[in-house]
């Protein structure tokens, strides 16, 4: 069996930490632009844009913006009935002036159209009611 030399081994670094410094510091910018999209996308409906980052607050001013009660967080509690959480987007979108496609992206890639509806063009029309 073969010796190992301890200070071989310290010598052959991989540069394995500047690979997961990189990613780290990758991942936390988009965390960051993710966060940033949902702020805006929450101050344009006339929200507070730090409300994103408060559990279940979030989540209800969500379902205000939606046009939902606020209530509508205990059914997302409960297996099953929760699906209906899956119409959010699709209203949100609605509310923003967006078609059915686009509710799809903020249901399947929150991280690109929900940044896409807060820095873009898009207006906010409390008026619109659930159909």
Known sequence: MAHLDSS???????????????LMVLYFGIIIG???????TFSKAGEPGWAVI????????MLKIAGKPAWWIILLLIPFVNLI???IPF?????????GGFGV???LLPFIFYPI???GDAKFSP????E
């Not at 993710?34 to 805006?40: H, N, T």
């Open 8 to 22: 071989v081994l310290l010598a052959q670094d991989d540069g394995g930490g500047a690979a997961a410094l990189i």
């Open 34 to 40: 993710i966060l940033a999209g949902f702020a805006a």
């Open 54 to 61: 408060i559990p279940i607050y979030n989540v209800i001013v």
């Open 85 to 87: 959480g899956l119409t």
């Open 91 to 99: 209203e949100i979108a609605r509310r923003f002036g967006k078609g």
């Open 105 to 107: 992206g903020l249901l």
């Open 117 to 119: 509806l807060g820095f």
């Open 127 to 130: 008026d619109i009611t659930s």
